[in-house]
């Protein structure tokens, strides 16, 4: 049985806990190199919400490089998996490493503090 099925909400399903931050990112179209600026809405290890200002298809394939630290930006594959119209992006990081989920975990508890 599919989780709307079972009448669980959105954030029932969600796996890792979300952290509410406003981060300026740029993001690009993994096939077309096309380069957007978004900011981070909120974000957890599997993934983020983007405030942008363009129309991007669902199932884009997309690349965050997101600051972690001064001196270092990740960059991270992701899937746009959802839009709304008002310029919201549900995007699902595709592939992290166990060392890039510690960077991820280490980042989200320093803006904690």
Same mark, same amino acid.
């Given at each position: ?21 406003? $981060? ?12 957007? =600026?978004?900011?981070?809405?909120? &974000? @957890?290890?599997?993934?983020?919400? $983007? %405030?942008? !200002?363009?129309?991007?298809? /669902?199932?884009?394939? %997309? =690349? &965050?490089?997101?600051? &972690? /630290? ?5 960059? &991270? !594959? /992701? @899937? ?7 310029? !919201?992006?549900?995007?699902?990081? =595709?592939? %992290? @490493?166990? !060392?890039?989920?510690?960077? $991820? ?9």
């Amino acid at each position: 049985m599919s989780d709307e099925a079972a009448g669980k909400t959105t954030s029932e399903r969600r796996r890792a806990p979300r952290f509410n931050i406003s $981060l300026p990112v740029t993001v690009s179209d993994a096939a077309t190199g096309r380069s957007y =600026v978004a900011t981070v809405d909120n &974000i @957890s290890l599997g993934g983020v919400c $983007l %405030l942008i !200002e363009s129309d991007i298809p /669902a199932g884009t394939r %997309l =690349v &965050i490089h997101l600051p &972690i /630290a001064p001196d270092m930006t990740m960059r &991270i !594959e /992701a @899937s746009l998996v959802r839009t709304t119209n008002v310029g !919201e992006f549900g995007v699902a990081f =595709v592939s %992290l @490493s166990d !060392e890039e989920l510690d960077r $991820l975990s280490d980042f989200f508890e320093l803006r904690q503090m």
